[in-house]
């Protein structure tokens, strides 16, 4: 009979260790730890290598002042399990309590070998880093950490970050900040000399609500940027037509413009889906319906900021009616510009935009039904009216839906919110393009303030 068969209706010794190792994390889980520690020694006589009572004993010895035992402990227990990137960070967290600084480098840079965007070894490691003085280091490893703890949920806010790495975290948000606000301080000390400080004062407003060196800026229900709040715009969704001199000299082209969408959907190429959200992020199950899907197609003039120049040649009457709005034009955030379509019975749901100081124009080219097809912005919904502008700030909840028969088909363009001076607005450019510049030189892939 094998070693580790029983007979029938007997539990054998492996059977028994996952039975105690459950318990165990239960105990754990609902922090009756003298409970959950009885159970994982017990598990030791059995099993001495298993990773999870290893590597919770070590812990408890650490907490307790017990550091040579944790050490050994997770010596042990890393010798047995050399794949496993969690020990790996404990064993980091246990050589920093032994003022152990090499080694527990060497093992959170270990950890993250093999789990590349595991959070906690992330903030452990670019707390050591600033720890040992080596600061521009720590700044891309923070960086790095809080892009990970973004992608798997965690975002911004630090009360939602484990309790165990929350000091680091809180530690990595204070480096940055001040880091970038000496980015921010570089980038528009010219723009003050030239235009004087009162001139950005409501920039300064934004820029260090950002930072968390103001409070946050209050807005109306609803209205939730997901990047930056500029301070003292107006309050409402939707913006009127008499407010843009230039836009009637652009719908005076609606004809053109449909033709040569026609065209472009005759021919069925450059079309990508307009939601493209990688599966393993948090808000994947959220777009389900849409992601990667030709539902909601756009055929791309500009996205965050890129030219597509083949479909600008394609379509040299919208390239040049684009040309005559006031885009906003930001280096690698924007502007956004494209011809949107949504297929029969597709619905986007809400959704928010990132920035207040653009605005979101609409010119409908081809709207099967006024009554089938709308877009709610805020608390008021409307229709479109081929060849009729419609304006709004996308910072507040919106959503839009075809429920006819046919697809629809808008033209969508980005343009800087008139209530912003020229000075305000060549101040935010220069100062979220520079944002930019150091997060990507420190290794970041988010927009956020990590």
């Not at 790996?88 to 090499?102: F, T």
């Not at 011809?339 to 619905?347: E, F, R, T």
């Amino acid at each position: 009979m094998a070693s580790g068969s029983t007979q029938a209706g007997q539990a054998g010794p492996e059977d028994r260790v996952r039975l105690l190792a459950e318990r165990a994390e239960s105990h754990a889980r609902r922090g009756e730890l003298a409970a959950a520690h009885e159970l994982y020694q017990q598990i030791l006589a059995s099993d001495p290598s298993h990773p999870e009572a290893l590597s919770f004993i070590a812990t408890a010895a650490l907490q307790t002042g017990n550091v040579l035992r944790g050490v050994q402990l997770l010596e042990q227990a890393v010798a047995a399990h050399p794949g496993n990137a969690t020990l790996h960070k404990n064993l980091g967290i246990a050589y920093r309590s032994a003022a152990d600084p090499r080694r527990a480098l060497a093992a959170f840079t270990r950890a993250l070998e093999l789990k590349p965007d595991q959070v906690a070894a992330l903030f452990n490691r670019a707390g050591l880093l600033l720890e040992l003085g080596r600061g521009d280091e720590a700044l891309s490893a923070y960086v790095r950490a809080f892009d990970a703890a973004e992608g798997v949920g965690m975002f911004l806010d630090v009360a939602r970050i484990p309790a165990g790495i929350r000091s680091l975290a809180e530690q990595g948000l204070q480096a940055l900040r001040e880091a970038r606000l000496g980015v921010f301080r570089a980038a528009l000390a010219p723009l003050e000399r030239e235009h004087g400080r009162p001139a950005l004062e409501r920039v300064w407003h934004c820029l260090e609500s950002y930072l968390g060196l103001r409070p946050r800026i209050e807005l109306p229900a609803g209205q939730r940027p997901t990047f930056m709040t500029f301070p003292g715009l107006p309050s409402r969704a939707w913006y009127g037509h008499d407010e843009f001199p230039w836009m009637p000299e652009l719908e005076s082209h609606t004809s053109a413009i449909r033709e040569e969408l026609v065209a472009v959907l005759a021919k069925d190429e450059g079309f990508r889906p307009f939601v493209t959200v990688p599966r393993e992020h948090p808000g994947a199950e959220y777009w389900k319906e849409l992601n990667d899907s030709p539902n909601w197609n756009a055929f791309f003039f500009y996205r965050d900021g890129e030219r597509f120049a083949e479909n600008h040649a394609r379509c040299p009457v919208t390239s040049k009616v684009l040309d005559m709005a006031p885009l906003n034009r930001v280096a690698d955030h924007s502007p956004e510009a494209l011809y949107s379509i949504l297929k029969p019975g597709a619905h986007i749901p809400v959704h928010t935009g990132v920035i207040n100081v653009r605005l979101v124009v609409h010119l409908p080219l081809i709207v099967p039904s006024a009554t089938e097809c709308g877009i709610r912005v805020g608390g008021e919904a409307r229709g479109w009216s081929e060849g009729e502008c419609i304006v709004f700030d996308d910072t507040y909840e919106h959503e839009a839906w075809n429920r006819s028969g046919k697809t629809r088909v808008v033209m969508i363009f980005d343009i800087w919110n008139p209530a912003l001076t020229l000075p305000e607005r060549e101040a935010m450019r220069v100062a979220i393009e520079e944002l930019g510049r150091f997060n990507r030189g420190h290794g970041g892939q988010h927009q956020s303030l990590a």
